[in-house]
């Protein structure tokens, strides 16, 4: 090795040891006699105090610049009291080198690894082994690794075997469009990239394993969006002989440690993790993936506006639609082009509108609809929201899924405009109940709401052709502050109900067989009981660093485009290696 310790591990435990070390210059600053450099190295920095004496050291450290890399072998020594520098780790000493090296010189960087300013994102990710060197940066990777690296140790604790599957295969169904693999051996043909191993890990439970997981990179061809990227990697689980409840238990101590282990500090909310019913979470959040960090929960107020002469209100009731209310406290006198904001946010989710009552002390009422509401109305309102005077109430008339969707934004846009949540928790919640199926009107078709291998619950197994989205699923979702991060299910591991629900979603026969009969078959081969997971790790990442961009907890990460900007990918290939594979490619659509 050229080093025998590490720049940031210093301290006054090491005082008068010599040390050879090895690393990147952080930092140079030339005081005409002295010269002052950072050493930064995989653990952190250390100060070097290169003096003018040592003639050959002080002309390498007068010419090293910022990013070169060096040696320094030289003596640990406390720092003078007035020179201690608290915000560093090492700042109570420092390093006086007999000797300091050039190993490399290094172009100037084309941003600073010194400081942690915005760069641009091509540039970055250009440049991403520059940006990699960035204490902060570096650090939200290395906690990927302990955090991986605690998962598998808590699952092999508890008897599950790591095992691979392979990632050249035959289409597995979540949901998204798959990428494609031409093969050279067999012309025409091509492989697909898993979207996830679900039909392999279940042919590991028929293989008598009973308890697997594995880091599995899947490949989903979505288009862009800020917090999807093309691979990502979850820890993908499966157990035999299990319940929803026994999967459940078994993840939510795994993330119960996991946060805290490595929540930063940050409380978990509420243990055991809260359930909701999928219905009640869409009724009460207006999504499935409820933010728990704050309140603002909804009220069907649809029984207090009844009769109303609020023609909007008692329009959609007619129509079998609902009425919905979020109680904002204190924000009866909110700002009139706050509101006209909040309105254009509901928008966003369907809604014609969004009204709002304000209740001002002395039971006055504040609102452009005051005037349509009778006493008893508002008294109504008032008992079934909880509303007391100050407070703002906010309504949404319409279908119930419009009124889930834009008091969803609503909820979101008053959380972080109001500053209501609460950053230091964690806060996990399972969300359970969901439909097996859901009909997709576009393609006259029932389809998998989750994906087509979930189990239902055995008693709704009569409806399934009666009445499919009535059937509910054994799905569950785990969410953690607004992010669903992990979603798994029992299955079915029969043949004759996994046929059923394929033939409602459309396949006839001979599809199922070229698309599934490897898992239909094995089904019929003693197939036991079995469910499983899988959580998004990037997803679990940002929550726990607390980023909203899923490109900081990945170390080469595509850009937001969708491209590789650091390899310069994807890329045409040569007409020999299209010939090689039998494609050609079509011209370009002219338009
Ligand atoms: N295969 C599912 C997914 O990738 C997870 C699971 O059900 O285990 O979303």
Request: glycine share 8%.
């Amino acid at each position: 090795m050229l080093k025998d310790a590490f720049a940031g591990d210093l301290t006054v435990a090491d005082e008068g040891r010599v040390v050879r070390l090895a690393g990147w210059v952080h930092r140079r600053r030339d005081h005409g006699g002295l010269i002052f450099l950072d050493l930064r190295d995989s653990h952190g920095l250390v100060q070097v105090v290169v003096d003018p004496e040592n003639a050959t050291a002080h002309a390498a450290a007068h010419r090293v610049r910022a990013e070169w890399v060096i040696a320094v072998e030289g003596v640990v020594r406390r720092r003078a009291p007035e020179t201690v520098n608290a915000a560093m780790p090492t700042g109570e000493v420092e390093v006086a080198p007999q000797r300091v090296e050039v190993l490399n010189e290094a172009l100037t960087p084309p941003f600073a690894v010194n400081d942690e300013s915005e760069v641009d994102e091509l540039v970055r990710l250009r440049h991403r082994y520059v940006e990699l060197r960035r204490p902060g940066v570096a650090a939200v990777i290395r906690l990927r690794h302990e955090v991986v690296r605690f998962m598998r140790g808590f699952l092999s604790a508890r008897g599950f075997a790591e095992i691979e599957t392979p990632t050249l295969i035959k289409s597995t169904p979540e949901g998204a469009r798959d990428f494609l693999v031409p093969s050279r051996l067999r012309r025409g043909e091509f492989f697909a990239l898993p979207q996830s191993p679900q039909i392999l890990k279940e042919l590991l439970m028929v293989g008598g394993f009973e308890r697997y997981f594995q880091m599995a990179r899947c490949y989903r061809d979505e288009d862009t969006r800020a917090n999807r990227v093309a691979e990502h990697t979850q820890l993908d689980l499966e157990m035999s002989f299990v319940e929803e409840a026994d999967v459940m238990a078994l993840v939510e101590e795994l993330f119960t440690e996991v946060a805290e282990r490595f929540g930063g500090g940050r409380r978990l909310a509420r243990t055991p993790f809260p359930r909701f019913d999928y219905a009640d979470a869409l009724a009460r959040y207006g999504t499935d993936r409820p933010d728990l960090r704050f309140g603002l929960e909804f009220t069907d107020v649809g029984e207090a506006v009844r009769d109303s002469e609020f023609q909007v209100f008692a329009r959609a009731l007619a129509e079998g639609g609902v009425v919905r209310a979020v109680r904002v406290p204190g924000q009866a006198e909110m700002p009139r082009r706050a509101i006209d904001a909040l309105v254009e946010t509901a928008r966003g989710g369907g809604a014609r509108g969004l009204a709002n009552v304000g209740f001002l002390a002395g039971g006055e009422l504040r609102s452009p609809i005051a005037r349509f509401l009778s006493a008893e109305e508002t008294a109504r309102l008032r008992a079934l929201t909880g509303a007391a005077d100050g407070d703002m109430l906010f309504l949404v008339a319409d279908r119930a899924e419009v009124a889930a969707a834009s008091l969803a934004l609503v909820r979101a846009e008053l959380g972080r405009r109001l500053d209501l949540i609460d950053r230091d928790v964690l806060s996990f919640a399972w969300v359970t109940g969901f439909p097996l199926l859901e009909w997709r009107p576009e393609e006259g078709r029932w389809d998998a709401t989750h994906n087509p291998f979930c189990g239902f619950v055995e008693e709704d197994a009569p409806l399934l052709e009666r009445d499919p989205g009535a059937v509910r699923s054994k799905q569950y979702d785990l969410v953690l502050n607004g992010a669903e991060i992990a979603g798994g299910s029992v299955r079915i591991h029969r043949r004759a109900a996994q046929e059923r629900v394929f033939r409602l979603m459309g396949y006839d026969d001979a599809e199922m067989r070229t698309r599934f009969g490897v898992l239909l078959d094995a089904l019929e081969y003693g197939a036991p009981p079995m469910g499983g997971i899988a959580s998004g790790i990037d997803r679990v990442l940002m929550e726990l660093t607390g980023t909203d961009n899923i490109r900081d907890v990945i170390a080469f990460p595509k850009a937001s485009s969708g491209g590789d900007p650091l390899m310069d990918a994807p890329r045409p290939v040569s007409d020999e290696q299209l010939a090689e594979l039998g494609l050609r490619l079509a011209p370009p659509a002219s338009g």
